[in-house]
């Protein structure tokens, strides 16, 4: 009787390669499918996670989850990703879902190492290694992302892709006034803080050669940015460049309702 599999494709971030190394889910999904072909599996579904890192708790794990639960049902005897990593980059996850696959009757099996397993002290012992060295991976690169967003931080550089209008980039990252768009800023905030709609700012931006949707206005009235702020978490530095908008001006238009 052919065996039934369920693919696990997982990325920890869609829009960049940092984090965990990057593959894509279509190449994920491909390496699986020819998997289950070579090795004669009937592949009856793939759950797909998006942005979901390697060391989420399982039970935040909705893809990862669902298919252990199907191996539990007998709906399915094969748990299969393309990369180890792919599964997980947690020890705590990998033995609840090898010891769960397997107390089902199930296999877990990842195309670029094999089974993965507790079957013998051996094997263990290998998988253990394995997902040691992968959440090692996990928690590095973790600590260097943060680290490099405290020193961005630190220097005034906002760790994000875009800018409110009235800055641009300078070479080393750090924002810097842009004279005439910081103006039209000043003038928005001042409309709105005489009680001026959103639309009404919006269509003044945008006849000025600034636009922006609803949502992007409201955000511009709210952002700490142009009070010369950096905000990433936690972190914070509150001089990391010079303001746009008086801070009286920008807690006036805090006020202001609807």
């Not at 298919?67 to 748990?79: D, F, K, N, T």
């Not at 990252?173 to 409309?191: D, K, N, Q, T, Y």
Request: glycine share 10%; charged share 25%; with cysteine.
């Amino acid at each position: 009787m052919q065996r039934k599999a369920i693919g696990i494709v997982r990325v920890s971030k869609v829009n960049g390669r940092a984090g965990d190394s990057f593959a894509s889910p279509t190449e994920q999904r491909e390496r699986i499918e020819a998997a289950c072909e070579r090795d004669g599996l009937q592949l009856i579904d793939v759950k797909q996670e998006l942005d979901v890192s390697g060391g989420t708790a399982l039970e935040n794990r909705a893809g990862l989850r669902s298919a252990i639960e199907a191996i539990e049902s007998g709906s399915a005897q094969v748990l299969l990703a393309a990369y180890f990593d792919r599964l997980c980059r947690s020890l705590k996850v990998q033995a609840e879902l090898v010891e769960r696959v397997e107390q089902a009757g199930g296999e877990v099996l990842a195309v670029d190492v094999g089974q993965v397993t507790n079957g013998s002290a051996g094997q263990w012992l290998s998988g253990t290694m394995l997902g040691a060295v992968s959440e090692y991976q996990r928690r590095t690169t973790r600590e260097r992302t943060g680290e490099a967003l405290r020193n961005a931080v630190a220097r005034g550089v906002p760790p994000m892709p875009s800018i409110p209008p009235g800055y641009r980039r300078g070479a080393d990252g750090v924002l810097i006034v842009e004279p005439s768009e910081a103006s039209i800023v000043v003038e928005a905030f001042r409309m709105r803080e005489r009680g001026k709609s959103i639309e009404a700012i919006r269509t003044y931006m945008r006849e000025n050669g600034i636009k922006r949707s609803q949502h992007a206005v409201y955000a511009l009235l709210s952002s700490r940015v142009v009070l010369g702020e950096v905000h990433h978490g936690k972190l914070v530095n509150a001089n990391a460049r010079p303001p746009i908008v008086d801070r009286a001006l920008w807690r006036r238009v805090q006020a202001v309702k609807g």
